[in-house]
């Protein structure tokens, strides 16, 4: 997606590349940051699947 992106918008090429980073680390903190709740509430094989189902959807777009 990223070179996509900084195809698609050459002119403003850091603004573009600082949003993707910055969406990145947020959900990538967001997820570990919530994840020992969310195992405590759950449990592993639902918490887990569910991780492995998000990062099959993202991988497959």
């Known amino acids: 997606?990223?070179?996509y992106?900084?195809?698609a918008y050459r002119p403003?090429?850091?603004e573009i590349t600082l949003a993707i980073m910055g969406f990145k680390a947020l959900f990538g903190f967001l997820l570990s940051f919530y994840t020992n709740p969310w195992v405590s509430k759950s449990g592993y094989?639902?918490?887990?699947?569910?991780?492995?189902?998000l990062s099959a959807a993202?991988?497959?777009m």
């Open 58 to 60: 993202v991988l497959l």
């Open 45 to 53: 094989q639902n918490a887990y699947g569910t991780m492995a189902a």
């Open 1 to 3: 997606m990223n070179f």
């Open 5 to 7: 992106v900084i195809d």
């Open 12 to 14: 403003v090429i850091g």
